[in-house]
């Protein structure tokens, strides 16, 4: 009986740690979505290609884009919450042509502009000069 104290005791062990990471992994999933998906757009822009949108249409705050990767058109949208700052502060067009980055094993998943980068492009001097 003094034998098996030993062998209870790694039991417990590796109970409380199946136990720890099992409920590190259900929190991990619980994450705010909106702290999700700025990762996402760290990440797409730290290990993304970068390629040529065409911005169709914006409804604040979301603005709709096509592009094309090897020979594969993508439709695509992106949620600018929390980046619409940067977005006016810029002096940005946001019908037309843009720079986007996409993952490289999956094109779909595509940013125009993230907390590090973007690719909207402001006005020329040309077009602040009419306005």
């Known amino acids: ?40 757009r760290i990440q797409v822009n730290r290990k993304g290609r970068m390629g040529d949108a065409l911005i169709t249409d914006f409804r604040d705050p979301i603005v709709f884009y096509s592009y094309e990767v090897r020979g594969v058109a993508y439709t695509a949208s992106q949620d600018l919450t929390g980046l619409m700052d940067r977005v006016r502060a810029g002096g940005v067009r946001l019908i037309g042509h ?13 940013i125009l502009i993230c907390e590090e980068w973007s690719g909207l492009r402001g006005h020329s001097q040309k077009e602040k000069q009419v306005s």
């Open 1 to 40: 009986m003094a034998g098996d104290m030993p062998q209870l005791a790694v039991l417990c062990v590796a109970a409380a740690v199946l136990l720890g990471a099992a409920s590190w992994l259900l929190l991990r999933g619980l994450r705010d979505p909106r702290d999700r998906e700025r990762r996402r």
């Open 98 to 110: 843009a720079g986007l980055k996409y993952h490289p094993r999956n094109p779909a998943n595509s």
